[in-house]
């Protein structure tokens, strides 16, 4: 993880950067009161992008290769 917002709470309509690195990983999600609001961008091993939150909860999820649909949760944010 290199950005990310540090604070369980997030404001609404905020933008927040979001930077991941990992050779390991193959997409990084976020979503938005359970659907998916937007890839990051990957570059090489960097995940990057901006994203406005969303009232209600966003979630950073991950996905190595070759687990199909199946993520695993990075991180949990409540947005008010």
Not at 38 to 57: C, D, E, H, Y
């Amino acid at each position: 993880v290199v950005e990310v917002p540090l604070n369980a709470k997030l404001k609404t309509g905020q933008i927040y950067r979001i930077a991941i690195e990992s050779p390991e990983l193959s997409k990084v999600l976020i979503l938005s009161n359970d659907k998916p609001q937007m890839n990051l961008q990957k570059q090489g091993i960097s995940f990057t992008g901006q994203v406005r939150a969303l009232s209600g909860t966003m979630l950073i999820a991950v996905q190595k290769p070759n687990q199909g649909n199946e993520f695993s949760f990075l991180l949990r944010y409540q947005v008010e």
